[in-house]
């Protein structure tokens, strides 16, 4: 693990060091080196704690996932940033790649109060990444939102960790005694709430999702496909790990927030219908599917649990995978919006090809692991409460119309004569697509290893 963080850290040196005729080059080799070295947490099965770190099957995977998106992600910015002067390339890179060591710390930092201060130190460079790197003027006021909100989220969870520490006298949540849970809360479900508030604020719940719709829109495509891809899971990570160690609440003494979160699912999947905008409508989506991570995290059995940490997983490759194919088009239509990529099956056959497999994983058609983890988490909720199982059915008939409405307005029709003019698809945008689906349907052969 050590030798991970050195060299994330070499990392963040590199982009000063590197000559500047070379720098995206040696900066992705260098990614993609620390994505292999870090495919060991997954062979090597059981547990590794110390006092600073701890890599278990809930923060094993999603470590993974964590180093093997920042090399994608500088595979996408690359077309656009290189216009822009050398200085800021390279603070770009080095803000990204701290962006990415906060956000792997905090999930493998065995101390919860580590836990907490990498959680809300990965704030700083997405905050900077938005406001300096974000296309319009705009961007200030996502900057504010994603800043207030998730600043109003950490304070309960802040008071718990400190009043944890006066109680047990450690934070490793691994030596924390499960038997001594706080009892002499008369209402462990809004004591989970307040605990659990920063997390929610995070993923974001269906309510508290305001700021995420506008950070998308306005971040840089590092910044999407990092807030997609691994700063949303943060919150899902949070729950899980913390679960344990809060008193058992059941869906029943929780039943606004479930109902809140299912009816989340389906609000957002009709939403989506209606967007315009291709970059909020992938964003609203994740805040669906992330929605159901609350959801499985609330039924809080081993099934339940598996199928959010699968879900995560597999959200967190579709969906920065989605982002990337719509910065593709922003490239070239210089728009967001999904009207001009119109007829583009003609023009990019085989980026269609891309839409086709990351949209209907994005749906979960069945052999993909976004269907396994939907599976999981919709056979608990069944066992739970048909009726509500009713509401989240209703979401995927949704779920499969707002895939079809991108399909049908960004490919078919005819060629409008603007589009003549585009530069065809390139192979580092192939690579790019193909590095984001090939682990999918990896997992499909070998489920077992996210779990
Ligand atoms: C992030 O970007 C800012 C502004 O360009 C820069 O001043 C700062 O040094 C960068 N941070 C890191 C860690 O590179």
Redesign the pocket.
């Known amino acids: 693990m050590l030798m991970i963080t050195f060299a994330w850290i070499s990392s963040?040196a590199s982009p000063i060091l590197a000559p500047s005729k070379h720098l995206w080059s040696t900066v992705t080799a260098q990614g993609f080196f620390i994505s292999a070295l870090s495919i060991f947490w997954l062979l090597q099965q059981d547990l590794l704690l110390n006092q600073f770190f701890l890599i278990d099957n809930i923060s094993g995977p999603l470590a993974l996932l964590t180093c093997w998106i920042y090399p994608l992600t500088m595979l996408a910015s690359q077309s656009k940033l290189h216009l822009e002067p050398m200085n800021?390339q390279r603070?770009y890179i080095?803000?990204s790649s701290?962006l990415q060591l906060t956000t792997l710390l905090a999930f493998t930092a065995s101390d919860l109060m580590l836990f907490f201060i990498f959680f809300e130190a990965s704030l700083i460079?997405t905050l900077?990444i938005i406001t300096?790197w974000g296309a319009q003027e705009h961007r200030l006021e996502a900057g504010i939102y994603i800043a207030l909100y998730t600043m109003a989220g950490a304070i309960p969870l802040l008071l718990w960790l400190a009043y944890s520490f006066s109680t047990y006298g450690t934070l490793i949540s691994t030596l924390i005694p499960i038997t001594s849970l706080p009892q002499q809360f008369n209402h462990p479900a809004l004591f989970w709430l307040f605990c659990n508030l920063a997390f929610l604020v995070k993923l974001p719940l269906y309510s508290l999702h305001l700021w995420l719709p506008k950070a998308h829109v306005e971040a840089p495509i590092a910044g999407s496909m990092v807030l997609a891809g691994t700063l949303l899971k943060l919150g899902g990570y949070g729950i899980l790990r913390f679960s344990p160690l809060l008193a058992p609440v059941t869906l029943n003494d929780l039943l606004l927030l479930t109902l809140l979160s299912v009816f989340g699912v389906l609000a957002t999947a009709m939403l989506c219908l209606r967007q315009t905008d291709l970059k909020s409508l992938v964003a609203l989506s994740s805040v669906g599917h992330m929605n159901l991570v609350v959801v499985a995290a609330l039924i809080n059995t081993p099934t339940s649990h598996t199928g959010a940490l699968v879900m995560m997983i597999a959200h967190g490759l579709t969906s920065p995978a989605m982002f990337a194919l719509v910065n593709t088009a922003y490239e070239r239509t210089n728009s967001r919006a999904m009207f001009f990529l119109r007829g583009s099956t003609m023009i990019l056959p085989l980026a269609s090809a891309w839409w086709l497999l990351t949209t209907f994983a994005n749906m979960a058609i069945p052999p993909s692991p976004n269907f396994i983890s939907e599976l999981l988490i919709f056979s608990s909720l069944a066992h739970w409460s048909p009726s509500i199982f009713i509401i989240v059915l209703l979401s995927l008939l949704f779920t499969t119309g707002y895939s079809l409405y991108v399909l049908w307005t960004t490919q078919r029709g005819l060629i409008p004569s603007h589009l003549s003019t585009f530069f065809p698809f390139q192979i580092r945008e192939h690579i790019l697509l193909a590095l984001h689906i090939l682990p999918l349907l990896l997992l499909i052969f070998n489920p077992e290893i996210m779990t």
């Open positions: 963040l800021r603070s080095m803000n701290y460079p900077i300096r």
